[in-house]
């Protein structure tokens, strides 16, 4: 069976809020959303086909696009690749030109609409931003308190409270202090024994690739509406990720870096080919930083993560 390669689109509007549609009830998947889209032909670049499909389909012309994700799923009947660019900027008013409901969804929102399983990871996508922050070691609780401010007020919108060498009751104690600042502003992740879950319900959780190995099988410690993710470093790691049903991971390292010096660097290469059959947002790490985004896109990533990158310089 041929893999039907389609282009969609994750389009924004001025207050970040995502346009979807409703498919026709006689369509494949019909009756679900879905982002606006349609088939690649033979021979026409992407970019050629999201432009002409979001033309007949919107009547709109796109005028800033990247790529977000690529997604591979194979359904009973069909087999598709969903070739997905986040487009930041386009000319004329959207409307369902072929008679098709449209709605704009906050990020949030999204969660509330029944897409068809292949949309799962890009309604992931659309709701993650392209930095991740994971806070340095070795710092006292003030120091991270006023860190997590300060980016924050900079933007940052995922945060991972990394504290290896911090005691665990003030390990708890702090994370209940970065949840009420986080509140409202960004996405927490939190680390730690699985048996601290039900303490913490608005914070998702980063397992380490030591969790990844000895849980996989298990599958998800708790239901989709709270973000999961964990800590990959190749292959294997990236499989058992996707047993586990994970949200997003981190990959790494990319490049060398001064907090694991004796890590051998995976290379931009080898990060773009473990990705490319990848079906999860997935962040870059370790030597990379925000001038890093464009490549990183281009490697199918979600965006970088960072501890240096991200984190104020007092």
Same mark, same amino acid.
């Given at each position: 069976?041929?893999?039907?390669? $389609? ?32 088939? $690649? ?76 399983? /292949? ?49 665990? /009751? ?58 999961? /993710? ?85």
């Amino acid at each position: 069976m041929k893999r039907v390669h $389609v282009a969609a689109a994750v389009i924004r509007g001025a207050d970040a809020r995502v346009l979807i549609a409703k498919r026709a009830a006689d369509q494949h998947q019909g009756g679900l959303w879905e982002f606006p889209g349609g088939k $690649v032909e033979e021979g026409e670049a992407v970019e050629a086909a999201l432009s002409r499909e979001l033309q007949e389909e919107l009547g709109i012309r796109v005028d800033a696009a990247r790529p977000l994700i690529q997604v591979q799923h194979d359904y009973p009947d069909k087999q598709v690749l969903l070739d997905v660019w986040e487009v930041t900027a386009f000319s004329g008013e959207p409307h369902g030109a072929e008679g098709q409901p449209l709605a704009w969804a906050s990020a949030r929102e999204l969660l509330d609409y029944e897409f068809p399983a /292949a949309n799962q990871p890009i309604v992931a996508a659309a709701r993650l931003p392209d930095r991740y922050l994971v806070t340095p070691e070795s710092l006292e609780p003030g120091e991270l308190l006023r860190g997590v401010r300060a980016a924050l007020a900079a933007g940052i919108r995922l945060i991972q409270l990394r504290a290896p060498t911090m005691f665990d /009751a003030q390990y708890r104690d702090l994370a209940v202090d970065i949840q009420g600042l986080c509140a409202g502003k960004a996405q927490l992740m939190l680390k730690g024994p699985l048996e601290w879950l039900g303490d913490f319900p608005a914070a998702g959780w980063h397992l380490t690739a030591e969790q990844l190995r000895k849980y996989a099988d298990q599958g998800r410690p708790f239901p989709g509406q709270r973000w999961l /993710a964990a800590s990959c470093h190749g292959a294997e790691e990236l499989a058992l990720a996707t047993r586990m049903g994970v949200d997003f991971i981190t990959l790494s390292p990319v490049q060398a870096t001064q907090s694991h010096p004796e890590a051998q660097p995976l290379g931009w290469e080898a990060a773009r080919e473990l990705l490319r059959c990848f079906n999860k947002p997935a962040y870059l790490l370790g030597g990379v930083g925000s001038d890093d985004l464009p490549r990183a896109w281009q490697a199918g990533a979600q965006g970088v993560a960072g501890i240096r990158a991200f984190w104020p310089q007092a």
